[in-house]
């Protein structure tokens, strides 16, 4: 069936490194995908969406390219802060329906 | 711009109790969803409504859960009796309309603990 898989976390990073958290997709059609952002204490939010091959997402600093040859969505930011501190879920909309990734805890000391 | 309202934040019930949460969706959102989040895992959808349509609860274990979209606006989802099991986030969303254009905005949730 449809899936959507992310890497392990929590992943743990010094300010202003670089950021990456893999995604990878399994589809039947041809999905869109997205990233949400869930900071602590609050609920999930749109971050970036991409709807077709080779769309790139992009807001806040963070940007993701819909490779259809790889079925990734990987997740991108040059230089983070400790305010993106956050869980990032990876996902797929077929047929109107989310499928969510697992999800991968970021966590960025100063 | 408020966004989704759930309540309560929290709930401990022992379990073969009833409980009921409760989901006010972002003003003129027609499309409103609820879903079960489990420790560690992604939200899985329950049921999706289309104004006061039901028009995905394929998910939606019918035995003991239930839903309801009255005036196509709120929207409360009740389990009866609850199961050890069923503990989990329950998370109401909303968006404009259903489509792989439209981005899906969250509530904070309900954490339902079953003991």
């Known amino acids: 069936g449809d899936s959507v898989t992310q890497m392990e976390g929590p992943v743990t990073l010094s300010e202003e490194a670089f950021l990456t958290i893999n995604c990878t997709y399994t589809?039947?059609?041809?999905?869109?995908l997205f990233w949400y952002v869930q900071y602590p204490g609050e609920g999930l939010q749109p971050l970036l969406k991409?709807?077709?091959?080779?769309d790139k997402g992009s807001n806040k600093g963070f940007e993701a390219t819909y490779r259809k040859e790889t079925t990734s969505f990987h997740l991108e930011k040059g230089s983070v802060q400790v305010s993106d501190s956050a869980v990032y879920f990876c996902?797929?909309?077929?047929?109107?329906?989310?499928?969510f990734g697992t999800g991968t805890r970021l966590q960025v000391f100063p | 711009e408020a966004g989704v309202v759930q309540s309560p934040r929290y709930k401990i019930i022992e379990k073969k109790q009833p409980v009921a949460f409760w989901c006010n969706p972002i003003?003129?959102?027609?499309?409103l969803y609820w879903y079960r989040q489990n420790l560690g895992q992604g939200p899985e959808l329950l049921i999706r409504?289309?104004?006061?349509?039901?028009?995905?609860d394929s998910q939606l274990p019918k035995d003991r859960f239930s839903a309801e979209r009255l005036k196509g606006v709120d929207s409360t989802l009740k389990i009866q009796p609850a199961e050890l099991g069923d503990s989990a986030v329950y998370l109401c969303?909303?968006?404009?309309?259903?489509?792989?254009?439209?981005?899906?905005?969250f509530g904070p949730g309900t954490r339902l603990t079953v003991l």
């Open positions: 996902a797929l909309e077929l047929t109107d329906k989310l499928i």
């Open positions: 991409a709807t077709k091959a080779d």
């Open positions: 409504y289309e104004n006061e349509e039901a028009v995905d």
């Open positions: 003003s003129g959102h027609n499309t």
């Open positions: 969303a909303s968006s404009l309309r259903a489509g792989q254009y439209n981005e899906q905005f």
């Open positions: 589809a039947t059609g041809y999905p869109s």
